[in-house]
């Protein structure tokens, strides 16, 4: 259990902060930047939950509580060294992919395809969603770059995948089932 009963340190005043493993490194480091952008992902998820309700906010519970799984997993960077660690790491698991992908099938299983790209917006929560798309498509960005020179759970780039179709399919759910989906028009204002 985590007990925060001091939340400054000046630990970090140097531009500097800790790992999971507690090697410290540049807070501008790749590593910090995608599980920071993970933490942003979270909060737009809080913002589109004010917005939601039964069970898809239900399900934007559980993705929040994933989103610190997944922060927790990238702040971990070394994965060989797991079995050696003093309590096990987080890890993503394929189970919470897995879990994202029936969620996914369940809600598209409603909605008409797609015969045109989409604008984001429509209602509020779907205007949301399509902003947790983006952010989470930004970590996900960030967690495959530094995948390249970086040891990364592919778990963790799979579920980032995973989240933000997650998060379209909620968006199109969020318009009415997608009838209220706003359609993009290509040059319509030329």
């Keep these: 259990m985590v007990v925060l009963n001091k939340i400054y340190t000046r630990t970090g005043d140097g531009g500097d902060t ?42 934007l519970a559980m993705i929040q509580n994933d989103l610190f799984d997944l922060g927790a997993d990238l702040c971990r960077p070394d994965m060989e060294k797991d ?11 394929a ?15 409603d909605l008409e395809p797609l015969r045109s790209f989409i604008l984001p ?7 949301q969603l399509h902003l947790c798309r983006t952010v ?12 390249q020179s970086e040891a990364v ?16 399919v909620a968006g199109r759910a969020a318009n009415e089932g997608g009838k209220a989906d706003i359609l993009w028009v290509p040059g319509a204002n030329r």
Excluded: C
């Design 18 to 59: 800790a790992l999971g493993n507690g090697e410290r490194v540049a807070k501008h480091s790749l590593r910090v930047n995608a599980y920071g952008t993970v933490d942003e992902t979270n909060a737009t998820v809080g913002l589109a939950r004010l917005h939601s309700t039964g069970p898809m906010d239900t399900q």
């Design 83 to 93: 079995a050696e660690a003093e309590y096990p790491p987080l890890r993503m698991t």
């Design 153 to 168: 759970n592919p778990h963790a780039v799979k579920f980032l995948n995973r989240l933000s179709d997650w998060f379209f």
């Design 136 to 147: 989470s498509r930004r970590a996900e960005r960030l967690a495959v770059e530094l995948a």
């Design 95 to 109: 189970d919470q992919i897995t879990r994202l992908e029936r969620e996914i099938d369940a809600m598209n299983a």
């Design 121 to 127: 917006g429509g209602s509020a929560l779907a205007a």
